[in-house]
């Protein structure tokens, strides 16, 4: 059964860090490159980084120098850690295929950046 499940958000301080965690199933995970999209209400979902299967890392403008996208082959892991965080990046996270989206969603893992 393919699932992801985002783990990790909470409510930080501007400037504070966090660190994703997101579980994806082998047939999801496995020889493909992972992405970490965000989504705020009433606006599109975005790729704010990816990942390929060998490790080579790309990053979104906004986000780049700030967060480190990271991956656990032997466990079908990904991370995004997280620091010097905005109010911007205020939004709920998401993993998934990138830049192809597996046809399915884990339930999100919601990040506030509020003093």
């Known amino acids: 059964q393919e699932t992801l499940v985002e783990s990790g958000g909470g409510l930080v301080q501007p400037g504070g860090s966090l660190r994703l965690s997101c579980a994806a199933s082998?047939?999801?995970?496995?020889?493909?490159?992972m992405g970490w999209y965000r989504q705020v209400p009433g606006k599109q979902r975005d790729l704010v980084a990816r990942?390929?299967?060998?490790?080579?890392?790309y990053y979104e403008d906004r986000v780049r120098g700030r967060f480190t996208i990271s991956r656990d082959n032997a466990n079908n892991m990904v991370y995004l850690e997280m620091n010097s965080l905005k109010p911007d990046d205020t939004a709920v996270y998401y993993c998934?295929?990138?830049?192809?989206?597996?046809?399915?969603w884990g339930q999100g893992t919601n990040v506030t950046v509020s003093s």
């Open positions: 082998e047939s999801i995970f496995r020889w493909h490159s």
């Open positions: 998934n295929r990138a830049p192809t989206n597996f046809p399915l």
């Open positions: 990942i390929t299967a060998g490790g080579t890392t």
